[in-house]
Nanobody, 119 residues
Framework: QLQASGGGLVQAGGSLRLSCAAS????????MAWYRQALGKQRELVAS???????NYGDPVKGRFTISEDSAKSTVYLQMNSLKPEDTAVYYC???????????????WGQGTQVTVSS
């Protein structure tokens, strides 16, 4: 249902762009978000977007990361600038999706994509 791409290895100060496309029997997407989990740490919210204009960022990425979405493509993007070694983590796409034929939405997770920032 969620396919993430765009991770990789980058030097500190560099940029990466992550993409996550939702597919399947989608009636509505309520929220799309990015989370990350560094080795030995809990998963944390990076950014979320709802309705195109309700956006939240985790404190560590404010001012450096930008989340956006293309509703027509059911795709969410995460532009990451001024990357720091502490941004190294597996980044997971998350979406709250209401499938066709169901009265309620369901939480979906992508497979995760590794982002490594070298110092």
């Amino acid at each position: 249902q969620l396919q993430a791409s765009g991770g990789g290895l980058v030097q500190a100060g560099g940029s990466l762009r992550l993409s996550c496309a939702a597919s399947g029997s989608i009636f509505a997407i309520n929220v799309m978000a990015w989370y990350r989990q560094a080795l030995g740490k809990q998963r944390e919210l990076v950014a979320s977007i709802s309705g195109g204009d309700r956006i939240n960022y985790g404190d560590p990425v404010k001012g450096r990361f930008t989340i956006s979405e293309d509703s027509a493509k059911s795709t969410v993007y995460l532009q990451m600038n001024s990357l720091k070694p502490e941004d190294t983590a597996v980044y997971y796409c998350n979406a709250d999706i209401r499938p066709w034929g169901r009265p309620t939405s369901k939480d979906y997770w992508g497979q995760g994509t590794q982002v490594t920032v070298s110092s």
